[in-house]
């Protein structure tokens, strides 16, 4: 069975201090990962999209790595506005598989 | 661009009621689906659709029944709504397998 888990399910970060969040999976044939944030009351937004081990990928103060059987979001430096939940999910044969989330606060 | 999007973002209904979920999308993508978020459970898909008059279920489909007709439209019926239906609903689309989704803004349904 296709399964996805997030760690630590809370994370609170004063306003510079960098952190990684976890996100462990199994799923027979890696098609894709995805990085989401959801911000309260909002849909998820895409952040990105992971194919192979090894891959990285960069968005402001956001990095994304992936293993062959986890995937990282480090986040360096964060400021107040990243605060947000981020969701991970894997591509199993047509469905997105979702993880259950972390829950990043960042206070200034 | 008005990318995916749900109607109506706000509902309560009582116990057996009947209604559908609206969800739209100009973005010409073939693969739909709808999940649902509650505290602690992430988001579960319940149905999902990969083109027009293609069908399939996903984790929760009980209670729920979809149909697209066309490729912009993937309506969800709720047959008879259960208060354990509470919970937000994401409508969310995609070009082809292995991209990234976009959701809706989600409906918040409430069953008393």
């Known amino acids: 069975e296709d399964q996805v888990t997030q760690s630590p399910e809370a994370l609170r970060l004063q306003e510079g201090e960098s952190s990684s969040l976890n996100c462990s999976y199994t799923?027979?044939?890696?098609?894709?990962l995805f990085w989401y944030r959801q911000d309260p009351g909002k849909g998820p937004e895409f952040l990105f999209t992971?194919?192979?081990a090894g891959e990285e990928k960069e968005k402001e103060r956001l990095k994304a790595t992936l293993t062959k059987k986890e995937s990282f979001l480090h986040i360096t430096a964060p400021k107040p506005e990243d605060s947000a939940t981020y969701l991970c999910?894997?591509?199993?044969?047509?469905?997105?598989?979702f993880g259950k989330g972390t829950k990043l606060t960042v206070n200034p | 661009n008005a990318g995916v999007t749900q109607t109506p973002k706000f509902q309560v209904l009582k116990t057996g009621q009947s209604m559908t979920l609206q969800c739209a999308q100009d973005?010409?993508?073939?693969?739909m689906s709808w999940y649902r978020q509650d505290p602690g459970m992430g988001l579960r898909l319940i149905h999902y659709?990969?083109?027009?008059?293609?069908?399939d279920q996903g984790e929760v489909p009980n209670g729920y029944n979809v149909s697209r007709s066309t490729t912009e439209d993937f309506p969800l019926r709720l047959l008879s709504a259960a208060p354990s239906q509470t919970s937000v609903y994401f409508c969310?689309?995609?070009?082809?397998?292995?991209?990234?989704?976009?959701f809706g803004q989600g409906t918040r349904l409430t069953v008393v």
């Open positions: 992971l194919y192979s």
């Open positions: 659709s990969v083109g027009a008059g293609i069908t």
């Open positions: 969310a689309s995609r070009h082809v397998m292995n991209t990234e989704a976009f």
């Open positions: 799923v027979s044939g890696l098609r894709g």
């Open positions: 973005m010409n993508h073939e693969y």
């Open positions: 999910a894997v591509q199993a044969p047509e469905k997105l598989v």
